[in-house]
């Protein structure tokens, strides 16, 4: 079974930055495509950032340039840093993982609050 457990969410001022976490626990499974997603009040779930077990990265027009996905494969974790972060990128965050064995596992959400 996988569990995905997410850290670091909270409110961070404009231009400022934030490390969001999400590692992977359970046995018997081997990740694929680690990645997030978020989901603004009133808005459909949209993607923010992905990156592949060779390190390639893919990330949606707004945050490219301001926010870093990596990973940490030996601990299965997936790291999403937030540089410059703007009020619109106010959202809960998903983390999300594709196993080679197929199938796509989700985290609980955390919060992430832009404001001054």
């Known amino acids: 079974q996988v569990q995905l457990v997410e850290s670091g969410g909270g409110l961070v001022q404009p231009g400022g930055s934030l490390r969001l976490s999400c590692a992977a626990s359970?046995?018997?499974?081997?990740?694929?495509?680690m990645g997030w997603y978020r989901q603004a009040p009133g808005k459909q779930r949209e993607f923010v950032a992905t990156i592949t077990t060779a390190g390639r990265t893919n990330y949606e027009d707004s945050v490219r340039g301001r926010f870093m996905i990596f990973r940490d494969n030996a601990k299965r974790t997936v790291i999403l840093q937030m540089n410059d972060p703007k009020p619109d990128d106010t959202a809960v965050y998903y983390c999300?993982?594709?196993?080679?064995?197929?199938?796509?596992?989700w985290g609980q959400g955390t919060q992430v609050t832009v404001s001054s």
């Open positions: 359970g046995s018997g499974f081997a990740v694929n495509v």
């Open positions: 999300y993982v594709v196993l080679f064995q197929g199938g796509t596992y």
